[in-house]
């Protein structure tokens, strides 16, 4: 008896799960598109009324209808603000040009050298090279932590991204 209402447990509730799986939406994608981008203008008016409109029904000065700029005209933070796209092109195309200097890592902290010898972290902490000569690194101005040149891989997501902007733009 307790194995039957296992299995008709175990049945009734891989069929009433099937349905999520079967690939169907109850939406079409017109629906799903307006759903994402739906404003409600009931909400969006009270929110403006709440912050834009002064008791006297007039509009509050920080609420101007012109939207093309954050910042006050002629202000520093416009002119900063009307520099940034020239700033972003110029830091995705060269970024990824220059080096980067990585610090050497091994068994979880740096690599510090005094230009013959290498020390490396301990279990304890301390630093030591193979003989077993312990250091203090940070007593010591002899020692500096290994670098190594790289490639700064980060500087290489804006200039991806600025080429990709660039071909959207020119196919659109």
Known sequence: MKIWC??????????????????????????????ETYIH??????????????ED????????????????????????ESMMPMVNMAYSQFAAMLPIKYVEKQNG????????????????????????????????KDVKQKTKDGQDYCGIIPQVGSTAVTFYEQTM
């Open 41 to 54: 203008q009931g909400q969006a008016e009270s929110i403006y009324k709440e912050q834009c409109v002064n």
């Open 109 to 140: 902290g740096p690599v510090y050298t005094d230009g013959k010898r290498e020390f490396t972290k301990q279990q304890d902490g301390s630093f030591a090279n193979k003989d077993g000569e312990v250091i203090d690194p940070k007593g010591n």
């Open 57 to 80: 029904n007039t509009i509050k000065a920080d609420c101007s209808t012109d939207t093309s700029t954050a910042f006050e005209e002629g202000s520093n933070m416009q002119k900063l």
């Open 6 to 35: 296992l299995l008709l447990l175990i049945s009734t509730y891989s069929f009433a799960n099937e349905s999520i799986f079967d690939g169907t939406d109850p939406m079409t994608d017109q629906e799903l598109a307006e759903s």
